[in-house]
């Protein structure tokens, strides 16, 4: 039996479509399925089906600030691992290759450890007996501890932290299609570095910010461990707001319906900002 040309590439991707199927699809499948069930705590899950679940959730204003601050979470991560990045990945892209072997390790090196190891470690740093609040009260900068636990900000912190690798590799990736003689024709032509950098390393970088921003929004907003443990109880997300309700209150159907609704959310936010930005740099992406 001879397989056609046009056969061939499904033939080989067979096997990774098969797990991508086993592994994302069905459980995405049977968790948007969920959803629709009804709950009671008497009787437990109710194999009916009805929208009760998605208008408990979109009628409820607490859910509203959940999915609110998620997303302003997620959003100024994103900002600051952009502005961090960026510039990082530019002097990655300018050294030698010696030198930028030995940084790429620096870079990667947080992404080799646990993420639950990372955030415990910001634990000990932000608490109120913490490292930098023992240092500030030791050089006599506060007499009483600065809340860092249990806020937005230090959710903020350590999520940069976790993320901004992603936004410098995307944007490394990006630059190593630049033609460095365009940086030197419009420096032999007057421009200065300021100028150089936003007329023509910026736009050609574009892409990388782009496909950085939209790894570092998803992850972040969909993001558990680390508002688990920083956030606590008083600083709740999504990604909490549904492990709770599958385990403490058992409430499945609830917690499989906010957890759709985050999805489509970001997938939502993720196609219209790659829009924005395709259509202001359309020259860069063609």
Same mark, same amino acid.
């Given at each position: 039996?001879? #397989?056609?040309?046009?056969?061939?590439?499904?033939?080989? *991707?067979?096997?990774?479509?098969?797990?991508?199927?086993?592994?994302? =699809?069905?459980?995405?499948?049977? /968790?948007?399925?969920?959803?629709?069930? *009804?709950?009671?705590?008497?009787?437990?899950?109710?194999? /009916?089906?009805?929208?009760?679940? %998605?208008?408990? =959730?979109? *009628?409820?204003?607490?859910? %509203?600030?959940?999915?609110?601050?998620?997303?302003?979470?997620?959003?100024?991560?994103?900002?600051?691992?952009?502005?961090?990045?960026?510039?990082?990945?530019?002097?990655?892209?300018?050294?030698?290759?010696?030198?930028? +072997?030995?940084?790429?390790?620096?870079?990667?090196?947080?992404?080799?450890?646990?993420?639950?190891?990372? /955030?415990?470690?910001?634990?000990?740093?932000?608490?109120?007996?913490?490292?930098?609040?023992?240092?500030?009260?030791?050089?006599?900068?506060?007499?009483?501890?600065?809340?860092?636990? %249990? $806020?937005? /900000?230090?959710?903020?912190?350590?999520?940069?932290?976790?993320?901004?690798?992603?936004?410098?590799?995307?944007?490394?990736?990006?630059?190593?299609?630049?033609?460095?003689?365009?940086?030197?024709?419009?420096? +032999?032509?007057?421009?200065?570095?300021? $100028?150089?950098?936003?007329?023509?390393?910026?736009?050609?970088?574009?892409?990388?910010?782009?496909?950085?921003?939209?790894? =570092?929004?998803?992850?972040?907003?969909? &993001?558990?461990?680390?508002? &688990?443990?920083?956030?606590?109880?008083?600083?709740?997300?999504?990604?909490?707001?549904?492990?709770?309700?599958?385990?403490? $209150?058992?409430?499945?159907?609830?917690?499989?319906?906010?957890?759709?609704?985050?999805?489509?959310?970001?997938?939502?936010?993720?196609?219209?900002?790659?829009?924005?930005?395709?259509?202001? %740099? *359309?020259? #860069?992406?063609?």
């Amino acid at each position: 039996m001879t #397989v056609s040309g046009k056969a061939t590439p499904w033939f080989l *991707s067979a096997p990774a479509l098969t797990l991508f199927a086993a592994l994302l =699809v069905t459980p995405l499948a049977m /968790t948007f399925l969920l959803s629709f069930n *009804s709950f009671s705590f008497y009787g437990g899950i109710e194999n /009916t089906f009805g929208l009760e679940n %998605y208008i408990e =959730v979109l *009628s409820d204003t607490y859910f %509203y600030e959940i999915f609110g601050r998620t997303f302003l979470i997620a959003f100024i991560t994103t900002a600051i691992c952009a502005v961090l990045g960026l510039p990082e990945a530019y002097i990655l892209f300018r050294m030698k290759p010696a030198w930028r +072997s030995f940084m790429l390790l620096i870079v990667l090196g947080p992404l080799l450890i646990s993420v639950v190891v990372r /955030t415990l470690g910001w634990a000990i740093l932000l608490g109120n007996k913490g490292v930098i609040n023992e240092f500030l009260r030791d050089i006599g900068l506060i007499t009483s501890p600065i809340r860092m636990m %249990y $806020t937005s /900000t230090g959710i903020v912190v350590a999520l940069v932290h976790v993320m901004i690798p992603f936004m410098i590799l995307a944007v490394w990736a990006a630059l190593q299609r630049q033609d460095p003689a365009t940086e030197r024709a419009a420096e +032999s032509l007057g421009a200065g570095p300021f $100028t150089i950098f936003m007329r023509i390393v910026l736009p050609q970088a574009m892409p990388g910010v782009l496909s950085g921003s939209l790894i =570092v929004f998803s992850l972040s907003a969909s &993001a558990f461990a680390t508002p &688990a443990v920083l956030g606590g109880r008083r600083v709740k997300m999504v990604s909490t707001t549904v492990y709770d309700e599958f385990l403490n $209150t058992l409430n499945w159907p609830l917690g499989a319906a906010i957890a759709i609704l985050l999805l489509v959310s970001v997938l939502t936010i993720m196609i219209a900002w790659n829009k924005l930005v395709e259509r202001r %740099y *359309s020259g #860069v992406f063609e």
